[in-house]
């Protein structure tokens, strides 16, 4: 090796970049502790540069590209196909990160039930189970057909050779932290071979237009690469997310070239594997208590999907110089500004209270939508009056105290007459485009002061 050039660089687990140094906190994503030093063993390059080469690439008019018409097939899951934008693409390479134990495998396990009783060929690789495993969790969940294959391997070079020789139409890798290539020297999980295994599988796919599902645990330790690694280099980045404590899971798409990254997945883990939830809604308000102050029901968007929430407040006297303030779920800043809002434009006295909010259920509500329903809720526990339980709003809070408009007011009433709500408070401008709801009384408030006139 040449003098001066150092053989080893330090990776970031979390977002890979590359130091030639140690560093206690990384530069790109802020994260500490996370850069681990591993060699560098790739062969340049070599031969690119210098003269022209005879079977150099040719660029193509935009207008000669002939298009090719993928036609998506469905998981078989609703929820799923809706996240990836209408169903698998062909020969797409779907990351699917989340916690360890979230239920990664068992979504993908159905996933392949569903599309082997299809009739479609479909390989289960897992790096971390035995086949015995596999069985034991495939039998939970039901019945499978003969075209799901299974295999317990970590070598990508037997990998390749194996779905070369198959031809699956959707290959699942569980997980990416496990897989390793002769061609990097360092540990499986280690950035250098997770960026490696990616770059084999999307090879495969594309040339084979195969479907890859690539498993990634997220770590907080960051003993193994994290999933953000490799999100550039996948065309879909799902994250599986839920509650330890919570039956129900969420997929997200983080990034998607074949769709809108706005829509979420929300299943239900039970004995029997994982179902769909497909009203949300119903589920997420189920066990509200009644006749309780500082409890409020709002509608938020979830990409086009709208959602039923419960926000809950408590206000009470604080015991100590400082008043602490907790918001689980919605953004703690926001909660802040909200309650600054309430104290300086409603003269409630709040400075000597403790405040703590909470989105029941787990969800995490980040839309400024939900901040009517947050006063609204942080106010009835302060005064101890009970709102309703037959009302749902929505709406945004500004700094003066007044109620702005926000997007899709009538898809958002329209769930809340479903389900049964009587009324509806909402941004006074946006009251003529829910003219035509039917079923439930509109309120329209222009401020923070009418909607405590109203209640
Ligand atoms: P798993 O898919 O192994 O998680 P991951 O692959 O993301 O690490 O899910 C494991 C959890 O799911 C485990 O705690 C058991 C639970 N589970 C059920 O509750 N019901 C079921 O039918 C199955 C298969 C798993
Ligand atoms: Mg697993």
Not at 85 to 100: A, C, E, K, M, T
Not at 369 to 398: N, R
Request: with cysteine.
């Amino acid at each position: 090796m040449a003098k001066g050039k150092p053989s080893t660089v330090f990776f970031c687990n979390e977002c890979g970049y590359e130091s030639s140094k140690w560093m206690g906190q990384c530069p790109a994503c802020k994260a500490w502790n996370t850069l681990v030093e591993e060699p560098v063993g790739r062969t340049s390059q070599s031969g690119r540069s210098g003269a022209s080469r005879i079977n150099a690439p040719e660029p193509t008019s935009v207008t000669e590209v002939s298009l090719e018409s993928y036609c998506r097939y469905n998981t078989g899951m609703c929820e799923l196909d809706r996240v990836l934008g209408g169903g698998i693409v062909p020969g797409s390479l779907v990351l699917v990160g989340g916690d360890p134990g979230i239920g990664k495998s068992t979504l993908l396990l159905q996933v392949c039930r569903n599309l082997a009783s299809d009739g479609r060929k479909v390989m289960y690789i897992s790096g971390e189970e035995s086949l015995s495993q596999i069985k034991m969790r495939a039998m939970r969940i039901g019945d499978f057909s003969d075209n799901l294959l299974l295999l317990c391997a970590t070598n990508l070079t037997d990998i390749e050779e194996v779905v070369r020789k198959h031809r699956p139409e959707v290959v699942i890798i569980d997980s990416i932290q496990t897989m390793y290539s002769d061609n990097v020297s360092s540990a499986p999980g280690s950035v250098s071979q997770v960026r490696e295994a990616t770059n084999l599988l999307l090879g495969i796919a594309k040339s084979e237009t195969i479907t890859v599902f690539i498993v990634g645990h997220v770590t907080k330790e960051g003993t193994v690469a994290g999933p953000r690694v490799l999100e550039h280099m996948v065309d879909t980045v799902l994250y599986f997310e839920g509650d330890r404590y919570n039956s129900y899971r969420i997929v997200r798409a983080a990034k998607n070239r074949f769709g809108s990254t706005n829509e979420i997945g929300v299943f239900e883990m039970g004995s029997q594997g994982l179902t769909e939830v497909t009203n949300p809604s119903e589920y997420m308000l189920s066990g509200r208590p009644k006749d309780s102050t500082g409890s409020c029901v709002v509608c938020a968007m979830e990409g086009t999907r709208p959602m039923l929430v419960e926000v809950q407040a408590l206000v009470c006297r604080s015991g100590f110089g400082i008043p602490r303030r907790q918001a689980t779920g919605i953004d703690y800043n926001r909660v802040n500004l909200l309650m600054a809002v309430l104290e300086k434009r409603m003269g409630l006295k709040m400075g000597e209270c403790d405040a703590y909010i909470n989105i029941a259920g787990g969800m995490k509500m980040n839309e400024p939508a939900t901040d009517l329903g947050v006063c609204a809720s942080i106010v009835s526990s302060f005064t101890g009056k009970v709102i309703p339980e037959d009302i749902v709003m929505f709406g945004e809070v500004g700094l003066s105290g007044e109620v702005r408009s926000v997007s899709y007011s009538n898809i958002r009433a329209a769930e809340a007459v479903k389900l049964g709500f009587k009324r509806i408070m909402l941004p006074a401008t946006n009251a003529a485009s829910v003219a035509d709801i039917r079923g439930a009384g509109i309120i329209a408030v222009e401020s923070l002061s009418d909607v405590i006139r109203e209640l």
